[in-house]
């Protein structure tokens, strides 16, 4: 049994998919342990991915979907055939630093009560980039990543969700992580069971490690471990599906485990931000204030709208 299985899900991101296997190449040079192996699900790219990655890295396990199954149910095929006593959640636009497999797997060896461990994300300059969270409150769900958070960006709600009042460069228990690096033990996954499909994307490592802390694990942050995170290269081609999927995200979380009243009155919440939205935008595109842009957002605000925030 190998230590670390690498699941990495993509979809038209080729280039940053090839700099995350040259460093995962790197990482498994560098060190006889860890031992990795990697498996690649692509979503049916259109970018000559799938090539790229038979070509230049016949390593890896390359399984190929014909249609986007979604981000979850694809980590899921991605997990149902890794072998390793790890597995590693990795999203293909990032970048492993040297030393980031050792250091998570001799944390996880000599602590056999985590159940799920990431390490100190950076952005691509290299500077810290937030991945540590409590679990959100509906308070939380009100004005995090939500119009209201223009306006309170520096609420205590929100520093608290972040884990702001706690150091960055200190290993510390958290409540979740964000997964775009994200390692489970085995024993943990079979435990609480695969990721939920009921998320097509977003929102899925949120309710993993809900589910790991209440199966008695510990969730940890490492920054010992370090890993460069370019942030959303693939949710970033579709922007109205990338704000669908993230509230429709939310709203299911909370209709899970808060109960279908809160997240009905979630979701009619932020529908009515989006309504609001399109109403600014509206009167800016009348005043004739850059309209181009202006175009373009009351076409992400439509169909937002349209789709009741069901994904």
Known sequence: ?????VIIVSWNVADYLRHCLDSLRAEA???????IEVVVVDNDSTDGTVEMARDAFPEARLIVNSVNVGFTRANNQGISVASGRFILLLNPDTEVLPGAMEAMVAYLDAHPQVGSLGPELLNSDG????????????????VESTILQSYFPNSRLLKRYYCLDLPAGQTQEVDWLVGACL???R??????GLLDEGYFMYSEE???CYRIKKAGWKVVYLPEARVVHHYARSSSQVLPSQHIYFQSSKCRYFGKYHGWAAAAVLRGFLWLTYLVQLGQEGVKFVLGHKRALRRQRLGLLLAVLRSGLRA
């Open 187 to 192: 024993e943990a996954v079979e435990n609480v």
């Open 206 to 208: 949120l309710d993993w």
């Open 183 to 185: 390692i489970v033990r």
């Open 127 to 142: 500077s810290h980039q937030s991945s540590r969270r409590r679990f959100p409150t509906l308070a939380t769900a009100f």
């Open 1 to 5: 049994m190998v230590d670390i299985s």
């Open 29 to 35: 040079a560098r060190h006889a342990s860890p031992s």
